[in-house]
């Protein structure tokens, strides 16, 4: 049984289960740019053009009780995607935390605040 941590984002109950250890590597080599950047979610969205690594990075994941994948995404995060954002932050903070130093996920997390403040804010 993989290890799991929960937390409430916006009101949601999110629970991510841990990559076995394979996928994690692959997916942590195809991120090593995105967490790298100077601007890691435009840094994102540029590698995944099509939204397939959004859904490999969110597919160990439930939000209240329902999983995240292809069929559910756009049901859970139209109109929500500073939600979005911060269920990734998530899933790299539990997934990544011991491949990467502590300042690149505080970065991170910093960076998508930003993203988000904006959001509330437009």
């Known amino acids: 049984?993989?290890?799991?941590?929960?937390?409430?984002?916006?009101?949601?109950?999110?629970?991510?289960?841990?990559?076995?250890?394979?996928?994690g590597y692959l997916l942590a080599r195809q991120l090593i740019s995105?967490?790298?950047d100077k601007d890691p979610v435009s840094k994102l969205c540029e590698i995944d053009k099509?939204?397939?690594?959004?859904?490999?990075?969110?597919e160990n994941t439930a939000r209240d009780?329902?999983?995240i994948n292809k069929a559910?995404?756009?049901k859970?995060?139209?109109?929500?995607?500073?939600?979005?954002?911060?269920?990734?932050?998530?899933?790299?903070?539990?997934?990544?935390?011991?491949?990467?130093?502590g300042d690149v996920?505080?970065?991170?997390?910093?960076k998508a605040k930003k993203v988000t403040n904006k959001k509330k804010e437009g």
């Open 65 to 67: 009780d329902m999983a």
């Open 34 to 36: 995105v967490f790298t």
């Open 76 to 101: 859970i995060y139209t109109g929500n995607l500073v939600e979005m954002v911060e269920a990734l932050m998530f899933v790299f903070e539990v997934n990544f935390k011991d491949f990467l130093q």
């Open 1 to 23: 049984m993989l290890k799991t941590e929960e937390r409430d984002i916006r009101g949601h109950k999110y629970i991510v289960s841990l990559f076995p250890a394979m996928q």
């Open 72 to 74: 559910t995404f756009d």
């Open 50 to 58: 099509e939204g397939e690594l959004i859904l490999k990075l969110l």
């Open 105 to 110: 996920i505080g970065n991170l997390a910093k």
